[in-house]
């Protein structure tokens, strides 16, 4: 028998990056809220890649953070290495990653967890949903204890029915040994919800002191202070290195000489894996033309010997993983101190969700993270953080957030799921992103600060500070349009110094900017601004005003977008009674049941033709293309 163990506003079930992100998003809008998890000491764990952002990944971080969410603060206190990427290529795809201690990265996170008001964090294993008429009231847990909500949200990872397979060896687990969650998967299924099984990896970790760095070539991090959050003011500048060294055809050769006993191969996983990080092995088959492939050594922390083989994710058997192993340049000695392994599970088809990430099948349950089809930490912080908003504010009564494709690449990610739906882990990229060049990794607080403060989510200290950049930024502009440059000595100095033609007549500053030599420094030395602009004001100004054409031609095609974004479907449409549209189409249409134009419009099978005549059976009330009866 079962008892009331308490009343919340919102339970999250699972204390991975998704499940904090929405514990800390409900608790800090107001609502009581419950963070149940398998294990208090598995709280923020990193079962794979110690290691926070990359291209993509790190453009949602900072999205977050704009929101007012958690995961860039922590990761600013906890790492152990930053570094900004592709910097070499255009500021659309500049991207921050830091290298964490992720034994520090959990205890932050689990202290910021503890020390939230109207937060309560609880272990216990939730084995079943309290649904009601098809409305979700609550979880009833392992040891019977019953939690009443009004709003649940499932951030459940890798755990629903985790099995983890090494070589010809499998078991029942979570992530490194963990406990794996079964009867919660077999209950979602009683529910009616349709699963998928896909798998994941992780390459085994080697003992630093028996690896010769010194044959390596070292990655340190950046010189110079890098943060993921737009509030940090103190910077790490004491940073760890990591180290690259690369496979040979000697590792190779022992791979395919093994390939019958790799289970991917050998049919003992069943499950899909993720297509952008393949396993050793995999690497080895797919692209049999390369003599070498990368490895990187990472730490695993400060006060650990622990280290990370970056780019050996494998489920081959024991004995075989530590031959490869002592083949590759630097790790002829190494100690194996975890073995990888590959672990499937179940996970949720995105398609049956709304873009607030709330389950079609029962009101009241919003899911997130892996459990809905998603791979790595950062895409399931973002959903996190847009679920635990979305159940505080229907718990509120309020309008949902949903972001568009244009405002965030949280937007992107969701977007893509709920609307054409993933057979295998996604991964967000840069390429997803038709808009990337305002989705840029140095303007999400532009883009996203407004709503967080919105929702709740943004102090007010720190929106007046987002409000002085902003009129800084806009105030500098300004100056850079109506200030002209004669060509006296001083200013041609400048030009020939960086390498740019002269001036033959006075020209804006707004204009020179834009020349690919010239960046912001050589226009203050031209002609300074009456106050010091400080670098990240700077930073926004040169990069608006330079690249001001594209963005102005990408905010028409946002526009277009918007257009067809707001003319959403009503609830009468029926597309059974509708002629014309093909079978495909109908089928797609529904079963998402997409809420407007602009996302029936990007339904894999829904042509142009089929939107046009549902456009047109809309916009006469259902009387154009109507089959007879």
Not at 85 to 111: C, H, I, S
Not at 452 to 469: A, M, V
Not at 535 to 541: D, I, K, L, N, S
Request: glycine residues 8%; hydrophobic residues 35%.
């Amino acid at each position: 028998m079962g008892y009331d163990a308490g009343r919340y506003d919102v339970i999250v079930v699972g204390a991975g990056h998704a499940g904090c992100e929405a514990a800390l998003a409900s608790a800090r809008m107001g609502c009581s809220t419950l963070l149940l998890t398998l294990s208090l000491d598995t709280i923020a764990y990193m079962p794979c890649n110690p290691s926070i952002g990359g291209p993509a990944k790190g453009h949602v971080v900072r999205e977050i953070d704009a929101l007012g969410g958690e995961m860039a603060r922590n990761i600013d206190k906890t790492h152990i290495q930053m570094r900004m990427l592709n910097t070499g290529k255009g500021p659309a795809v500049y991207a921050l990653r830091a290298q964490a201690d992720k034994v520090l990265y959990q205890k932050e996170m689990k202290k910021t967890l503890e020390h939230t008001p109207g937060l309560t964090v609880r272990q216990d294993m939730v084995e079943r949903l309290i649904v009601e008429s098809g409305v979700c009231h609550g979880v009833i847990t392992r040891t019977g204890a019953e939690y009443r909500s009004k709003a649940v949200v499932l951030t459940t990872g890798t755990y629903l029915r985790g099995r983890i397979i090494i070589g010809d060896l499998s078991y029942e687990s979570g992530p490194n040994n963990q406990q794996p969650s079964v009867n919660l998967s077999l209950h979602l299924q009683e529910l009616g919800f349709q699963m998928v099984r896909f798998k994941t990896g992780t390459p085994p970790r080697v003992n630093r002191n028996t690896l010769d760095t010194d044959v390596m070539e070292p990655q340190p991090g950046d010189d110079v202070p890098r943060a993921f959050s737009y509030e940090t003011t103190e910077f790490i500048m004491d940073q760890l290195p990591c180290w690259l060294t690369y496979t040979n055809e000697r590792t190779h050769e022992i791979i395919r000489q093994n390939l019958h006993r790799a289970p991917m191969y050998s049919g003992i996983i069943e499950g899909t894996g993720p297509r952008y990080c393949p396993s050793i092995e995999d690497k080895i088959v797919r692209f049999a033309d390369k003599g070498r492939h990368q490895i990187f050594i990472e730490p695993e922390g400060r006060d650990t010997a622990e280290m990370y083989v970056q780019g050996l994710s494998t489920s081959l058997p024991e004995d075989v993983q530590l031959k490869i192993l002592r083949t590759i340049r630097g790790m002829e000695n190494a100690e194996m101190m975890r073995t990888g392994y590959a672990i499937e599970y179940d996970a949720i088809v995105p398609t049956q969700l709304w873009p607030t990430l709330e389950t079609k099948k029962v009101e009241n349950l919003f899911t997130a993270g892996q459990l809905n089809g998603t791979s790595g930490y950062e895409e399931a912080a973002g959903q996190g953080i847009m679920a635990g908003i979305n159940a505080a504010l229907k718990v509120k009564g309020k309008e949902p957030l949903v972001l568009d494709r244009s405002q965030a690449y949280i937007g992107v990610l969701i977007d893509d799921l709920v609307t054409k739906g993933t057979n295998e882990p996604y991964r967000l990229l840069t390429s997803r992103a038709e808009y990337r060049l305002l989705l840029r990794h140095d303007n999400a607080d532009m883009r996203l600060t407004e709503i967080g403060y919105r929702i709740g989510l943004i102090s007010e200290e720190r929106y007046r500070r987002f409000l002085e950049k902003k009129e800084a930024v806009e105030r500098e502009i300004a100056r850079l349009r109506a200030t002209k440059v004669k060509p006296v000595p001083e200013v041609q100095a400048v030009l020939r110094e960086a390498g740019s033609s002269e001036i033959n007549n006075a020209v804006e500053l707004a204009t020179l900017i834009k020349r690919p030599e010239l960046g912001y420094r050589e226009i203050a030395n031209m002609s300074p601004a009456p106050e010091p602009v400080p670098a990240e004001v700077a930073e926004q100004v040169e990069i608006q005003l330079k690249y001001e054409g594209y963005i102005k031609k990408a905010l028409e095609q946002v526009e277009k977008m918007r257009r067809m974004e707001e003319k959403r479907i009503p609830d009468w449409v029926d597309y059974d009674k509708i002629m014309g549209i093909s079978t495909e189409a109908r089928e797609k249409l529904k079963k998402i049941r997409p809420l407007s134009l602009g996302q029936a419009s990007r339904i894999s099978g829904v042509n142009p033709s089929d939107i046009s005549i549902l456009m047109v059976h809309i916009e006469q009330g259902g009387k154009a293309y109507v089959k007879n009866t």
